[in-house]
Structures are given as structure tokens and as C-alpha cells.
């Protein structure tokens, strides 16, 4: 047992570093005359744990405690920072590590990094290992008076050897036993669990050849309900001869994940050279790969060799839950008539799934907003069959179980959670990750525009029919904000943020906001605003973003559309710009052929003039008209 302490300024410091470049040096040379196989396998993380995967004071999966260990956010590490593992006060308590496997190795390193209090004795900490699943914990990894710095308030790093008893385990366990502090304040705190092997393979020429399997990446997310969700498996080979076979055992912490297949990847597609054969258990299943016809897989990187399915359930009540899938036990043969052993070991072992809360997201775009509840108005109503998914988010009522339906019941629970941002629980609605955004669409910008007597209207000026708007809105602009009155429809409804208002207006009659301006706040304080999240859902359920647009201070008209236009094959003209009072039609002599309201500066024209008949072929001006000054755009009238 060793223990690790960062080095003090001054000359010992000095003293210590030559020395260690020496030692560094003289390992090199040795590494390079071993062919630099040690290193690969020293190099194999079995076990890696920074705590910061999960929301303190949550434990990761497969970490079981007494209940007096947590994660905490303070007192951050000097390593991977964030979250740390702390035990606080007199109590002995013991926590226990997720499972890992050392099948393969005859040698591993436990580090990890610890701090304590000076009312929390050094010799207050012992690490154990179990083999037999966490029912007992016979062998010592570090001894009371080495699992915890002599220095206080400060962090280390500690490291032990596995005790031999572990080695060869495929099912290894950590014990760190906490003898409590003498006051309430004591704590001990834990961080960067790691465990490396130190040697892999068990006998043949091809023991230590530096071969790895592993999982490419470190953790993945994934929404509850998908299907054949795939996690895949690498293999690096080292070796010059190619491999004939190999077999490995994958194992989860979590039913949430049901396991569907295993996919081969590009080395093993043709069917006819490599058969992949699966034996499923407990939340586990054993994954063995061969050549019947004695075809070889030839050394270099194959990512990915496999792709592991799985079909991921429901989460009830729950916002999130994290599922860690370890792989163990490789062994792979060389292609040799002796079925030489490749000394295959475990590169990155655990792969940490995060499983997000589809409750809401009947659309399954990692946001529960107004186009879920769209969707669940067209359910309610029969309008549409949902999935078997779909029906899942919907199903709200009664809160948080459902009862295999949706209805007016699981509508008010999905509004009432959209207007807070959050569920009836207190879980937060699900935030859409980077790159989950919605398109901005020509046409769809919002307008802060100020009216006399020193009040303001947020105006959304949008190019098609819509069915339904969401948008946040901060900033002291908003303050003695309220919804204004859409003409014909029922007016949004708001709902307090911090520091702001969120306003959700949807169709639940199935009508739509025909192409227009829509006033959607109105305000005695129209001060600084700014634009959180906005979004426009179309006829065919298409999502819009919105911008916020500044309003100019002289009048202004955009491109009518359509242009040309034929009002004989009743077209519609499309007129939009900054207009208080109004925009006009003259015709090539300047005489004004018609005139139409502005609201929110903009406007529509049939193609007729003040007597309602259609007007004739030719060029004519649209105006703009008010206290901003005129804007006009050329319009050409078709047959």
C-alpha cells in the first residue's frame, strides 16, 4: 500500500523530480526492450468513477450505501472537480462500489482521490473488496491508517494493489468502510475512483499483446420508449496474427434496458465467415463471436466491431436514471492451429447510459412544449392513432401512473406543466440538447412595437397559418404584461418564470392563425425585452423558431407575395411591413385604387378595388402609409 501526495515547492521538490526523470527514463528503456506490452496492459481501465454522471446527492448506479454517503457539489477535487463522494458526522457507515471485472488480468491498481477533516481520523478508512456479489468483503485493498492522507483539508492521491484474492474475479466489489468522525461537521470525501489492470490474458504466446476491448465512448443518453438503441463495442488488435474468435460478457444495473441483439460490424457482416452467437441471463448476456470456416480478423482497429441493441422501457415517475453496462471477461484465440490465447484485456469497460424522461414528449423531440399538446388534443379527439409511445407520454392522468388513456384530464396536466416548466412533482421538463433546436423560417419573427401613451404590444408577424405558439419572454419589458385578445380564438394563456412569462396559445378547435400580424402580449412597460425560447407549430405539424426582430423608426414594406399576382384565380396578396395605420394600392396614374388596414403592419389585397370589383392587368404600388412615413414595393396583376 502507497500513498500518492502532490509535491511541496523547494529544493526537495527539485531532489524528487530528477530522481523521477531518471526512473521515468529507466522505464522507458525497459518498456521499449519488453516491445512496450506492459504498458498497453497497464494502461486498461477496469473501473473509473468521478461521481459527476448524477445529481448530487444522488448515487451513481450500482453504488449502495448504509445512507450516510452522498455526492456533494462542494469542496471539489482537484481532479475531475464537480461532484465528489462525502461521508459526514460520527456514524460508521460503508459504501459499496458498482461491480467490475478483473477476470483477465493478473494485476490491478485501485487510485482515488481523498481529503478529511482534522476531526476525521486517518486511520478511520478501510477499502475491502468482495468476489461473491457484495455478500462478504474478505480481502483488504488499504488498511486502516493508508486509505486516508495524514494531511487534512487538503486533497491526495491514494493508491493500493488489488489484493490477489480479487484477481481472476469477474465480479469485484469495493468496501469503503467509514469508522465516523468525533463531531458532526467531520467528513471524509472520495473522488476519481479508478481501478487499472497490470498485466492481461491467462498463458500463450499471445498473453500481453496489448489487444483491447472496450466500449469506444464513455457514456451516451438515450429517450425512454426507443427502440433498438445501440451501444457500440471496439476492438483494437495488436496482434500480427489475425484472430479466429473471442467471447466477452456484457451486464447492466437497470430493467429499463431490455437487451434486443447484437449487430456485427463491418469485420464480421459476411455471414458466411463469422458466426455471433448470444446466451442471455439476469440483466446480462454472454456474446461469443467465431470463425466456423477459419477465416481470421486481421490486427487494427475495428470501431465498431459490435453494436449492442437494446429497447429502452419506461420511467415512470422518474425525470432521469442512469444505467451503467460494463463488458467483462474477454477472451479472445488467435488463429492458430493450438488456439493460442490473444491476451485480449479490457480497455474502457463501463458505458453509462442516461435514460431521459419521455413523460410529455409525445413527439419524441427531447422537449415537451406546445406541439406535444397538439398532438394530444388530435389523440383526445380521435383526430389520430398514437403509438404505443406516444400514448405513454400522454398518459398523465392520473398524475404520475395514467390509466391507458388520454383525454381533457391528461391535456390539463400537460398545459398546467407547460405553463410552469415543470410536473406536478417537481420535475423539471426535459431541456432539448445542442442541435435539437427548430429551423428559423423565413417569415416568423417577433416585434416589440410601442403605441402611444407609452405602452407596447409583442406582435408575432408570421407567413403561414399556424396552430399553435410558445414563447418565453424576460426582461423589464415585461413587467404588467397580459395576453392580448386574438380575434376569434381563445387568448393565450400565461404563465410565470422566473424573471419573466411564458405564453402558450394552441387550437384545440382545430382552427388556425391565418398569415398575418398576431398581438400576443400586451404591456405598460415596454422596456428592454428579451426572447428565451420561442417556437411555431405549422398545419403539418411542422416547428418554426421565432426571432426577435427590432422595429425600425421609419415605416418599411417587405416583398408582397405572391408577386406577380392574379387575383382571378383568387390569389391572395400578402403584405408585410411596419405600417400604424394602414397600406394602399395606387395604379400607374397614382390614383389610389384601394385601401386596407394594417394590423401590426400588416395586410392582405383580394385584387379589388373600393367597389369590390377585381382590377385589371398591369403594374401597381403598394404603400405604406403613417406617422413612420411611406415604404412602397411595385406589384404586378396577372390574368
Not at 399553435?468 to 413587467?479: E, H, I, K, S
Amino acid at each position: 500500500m502507497t500513498r500518492r501526495y502532490r509535491p511541496r515547492p523547494g529544493a526537495e521538490t527539485a531532489r524528487r523530480g530528477c530522481l523521477l526523470g531518471a526512473l521515468r527514463l529507466g522505464l522507458a528503456a525497459l518498456l521499449l526492450a519488453l516491445g512496450g506490452a506492459a504498458l498497453a496492459n497497464a494502461q486498461a481501465v477496469v473501473l473509473q468513477q468521478t461521481f459527476d454522471g448524477v445529481t448530487a446527492p444522488v448515487l451513481p448506479p450500482g453504488w449502495v450505501d448504509g445512507a450516510g454517503w452522498l455526492t456533494s457539489t462542494t469542496s471539489a477535487s482537484t481532479g475531475s472537480g464537480l461532484n465528489n463522494l462525502v461521508n459526514t458526522g460520527t456514524g460508521a457507515d460503508n459504501v459499496v462500489s458498482e461491480p467490475f471485472s478483473l477476470a483477465s488480468v493478473s494485476g490491478a491498481t485501485l487510485t482515488y482521490l481523498a481529503r478529511r477533516t482534522s476531526s476525521y481520523a486517518a486511520e478511520a478508512l478501510v477499502v475491502t473488496a468482495s468476489i461473491d456479489g457484495g455478500a462478504t468483503f474478505p480481502h483488504v485493498v488499504a488498511a486502516s491508517g493508508s486509505a486516508l492522507p495524514m494531511a487534512t483539508s487538503t486533497w491526495e492521491t491514494v493508491s493500493a494493489t488489488m489484493p490477489a484474492g480479487a484477481l481472476g474475479q469477474a465480479d469485484v466489489r469495493l468496501r469503503f468502510e467509514a469508522a465516523g468522525g468525533t463531531s458532526s461537521s467531520a467528513s471524509i470525501r472520495i473522488d476519481d475512483v479508478t481501478v487499472t489492470s497490470g498485466s492481461g490474458g491467462s498463458g500463450g504466446s499471445g498473453g500481453g499483446s496489448g489487444s483491447t476491448l472496450g466500449f469506444p465512448a464513455a457514456a451516451s443518453s438515450v429517450a425512454s420508449g426507443t427502440t433498438d438503441f445501440e451501444v457500440p463495442v471496439a476492438l483494437v488488435h495488436a496482434g500480427a496474427t489475425g484472430l479466429q474468435g473471442l467471447q466477452f460478457a456484457v451486464s447492466w444495473t437497470d430493467d429499463v434496458l431490455t437487451f434486443d441483439s447484437v449487430q456485427p460490424g463491418a469485420a464480421l457482416a459476411n455471414l458466411a465467415d463469422w458466426s455471433v452467437s448470444v446466451a442471455a441471463g439476469v440483466r446480462s448476456v454472454t456474446v461469443l463471436v467465431i470463425s466456423p470456416n477459419g477465416a481470421s480478423l486481421p490486427g487494427g482497429t475495428h470501431d465498431p466491431l459490435l453494436r449492442l441493441r437494446f429497447d429502452v422501457g419506461s420511467l415512470g415517475a422518474a425525470a432521469s436514471r442512469e444505467v451503467m453496462i460494463t463488458v467483462s471477461g474477454p477472451v479472445a484465440s488467435l488463429a492458430t492451429a493450438t488456439g493460442t490465447d490473444a491476451g485480449l484485456v479490457l480497455a474502457q469497460a463501463g458505458h453509462s447510459v442516461t435514460v431521459r424522461s419521455a413523460r410529455g414528449d409525445a413527439d419524441a423531440d427531447f422537449a415537451v412544449d406546445v406541439a406535444d399538446l397538439l398532438v394530444g388534443i388530435d389523440v383526445a379527439l380521435g383526430r389520430v392513432t398514437a403509438s404505443a409511445t406516444a400514448l405513454s407520454s400522454l398518459d398523465q392522468y392520473p398524475f404520475p401512473v395514467g390509466d391507458g388513456s388520454v383525454d381533457v384530464r391528461d391535456l390539463t396536466v400537460l398545459v398546467q406543466a407547460i405553463l410552469a416548466g415543470q410536473w406536478p412533482d417537481g420535475a423539471p421538463l426535459p431541456v432539448p440538447p445542442a442541435g435539437k433546436g427548430w429551423a428559423a423560417a423565413g417569415g416568423l419573427r417577433m416585434a416589440l412595437e410601442a403605441e402611444a401613451g407609452g405602452t407596447g404590444r409583442l406582435v408575432l408577424h408570421h407567413d403561414r397559418p399556424l396552430r399553435g405558439v410558445q414563447l418565453d419572454v424576460f426582461g423589464p419589458g415585461v413587467a404588467g404584461a397580459r395576453a392580448a385578445e386574438v380575434a376569434g380564438k381563445v387568448s393565450p394563456r400565461v404563465g410565470p418564470l422566473a424573471d419573466g412569462l411564458r405564453l402558450l396559445w394552441a387550437a384545440f378547435d382545430g382552427s388556425l392563425l391565418e398569415p398575418g400580424a398576431t398581438v400576443l402580449l400586451e404591456t405598460t412597460a415596454p422596456g428592454e425585452v428579451r426572447l428565451g425560447r420561442a417556437i411555431a407549430v405549422g398545419v403539418d405539424g411542422a416547428r418554426y423558431g421565432v426571432t426577435l426582430a427590432e422595429v425600425p423608426s421609419a415605416a418599411r414594406l417587405e416583398a408582397p407575395y405572391p408577386n406577380p399576382f392574379r387575383p382571378a384565380a383568387g390569389e391572395v396578396l400578402r403584405l408585410a411591413g411596419v405600417a400604424t395605420e394602414g397600406i394602399e394600392i395606387l395604379d400607374a396614374l397614382g390614383r389610389r385604387v384601394a385601401r386596407m388596414p394594417a394590423s401590426g403592419g400588416d395586410a392582405t389585397w383580394d385584387g379589388t378595388d373600393a367597389a369590390g370589383r377585381t382590377v385589371g392587368p398591369g403594374l401597381y404600388l403598394a404603400r405604406v402609409v403613417g406617422a413612420r412615413g411611406t415604404d412602397a414595393r411595385t406589384v404586378v396583376v396577372t390574368r
